[in-house]
């Protein structure tokens, strides 16, 4: 398998921007049949951003334990920081089952926001 090429800062920023649209649109209060699309894909069991952080984070924290250059108290903190925030996330993926149940029920079109 080739080495894939390094993402840069900007895509990142441009993935994180990605969420922070979906965050600002649910701040608009849309109608739950609108959202459980987005839920669906953001919460998938294999590829959503659950399992993705997850592994970003574990890979991370490898990366820093194999080249730190010295080996201190605190570098092994971060590194099991990294670790846990890896599983914490991780474990998130089980909501992929809670998106799929919501597609069973009926919900009533959504409400105008209060002025």
Do not use: C
């Not at 979906?22 to 701040?27: F, I």
């Not at 951003?49 to 730190?68: H, K, M, T, W």
């Not at 605190?74 to 089952?97: F, P, S």
């Amino acid at each position: 398998m080739p080495t894939p090429s390094a993402p840069s800062p900007d895509d990142v920023a441009q993935a994180t921007a990605i969420l922070a649209h979906v965050q600002n649109y649910l701040h608009a209060d849309p109608s739950v049949t609108n959202v459980l699309p987005l839920l669906a894909v953001l919460l998938d069991e294999d590829t959503g951003v659950p399992i993705l952080l997850g592994d970003i984070l574990r890979n991370a924290a490898r990366l820093v334990a194999q080249e730190a250059k010295d080996d201190s108290d605190e570098i092994r903190l971060m590194v099991t920081g990294l670790r846990e925030a890896a599983q914490e996330a991780t474990d998130w993926h089980v909501l992929h089952w809670d998106v799929q149940r919501l597609n069973g029920h009926a919900f009533d079109p959504a409400s105008p926001p209060a002025p």
